[in-house]
């Protein structure tokens, strides 16, 4: 689980070597910065595949058209991606969160434990859904 939001990565291109800006999936406490961040239509180079950023927010649900921007409650997180079709976020942005430091530390580790129950449950419903195709 990564806490910044911007990763750098290597890619080695064969025709031009070059550093690809990451742009990952990520969870916002503020609707408004995901709302800025959403709007900028963030791509990341995953083998070779450009993916939209998704931009996961907690708060009021903004109406708007942005197809990356996805309202999902933290009441509701672990349920709503282990559900879910979206990739699942693999950052998440504290921007705007006024907590002592001891909260913070504690609001990230149940955002980690929370996205791995998530990731797990995904898979066992995926598991399921393979099973019965069968």
Do not use: W
């Amino acid at each position: 689980m990564l806490f910044n939001t911007d990763i750098m990565r290597n890619l080695r291109d064969t025709k031009m070597k070059k550093i690809i800006r990451m742009k990952p999936d990520t969870y916002f406490f503020s609707a408004k910065e995901a709302l800025k961040v959403a709007k900028e239509q963030n791509r990341s180079d995953d083998e070779n595949q450009m993916n939209l950023q998704l931009c996961y927010y907690d708060g009021e649900k903004i109406q708007t058209d942005l197809v990356n921007l996805i309202h999902s409650p933290i009441v509701s997180l672990v349920n709503d991606l282990a559900l879910g079709t979206y990739r699942i976020p693999e950052v998440v942005d504290f921007t705007g969160i006024d907590v002592s430091q001891d909260v913070l530390t504690d609001i990230k580790e149940n955002m980690s434990i929370s996205l791995d129950v998530a990731k797990h449950a995904r898979g066992e419903l995926n598991k399921q859904y393979i099973e019965k195709l069968k």
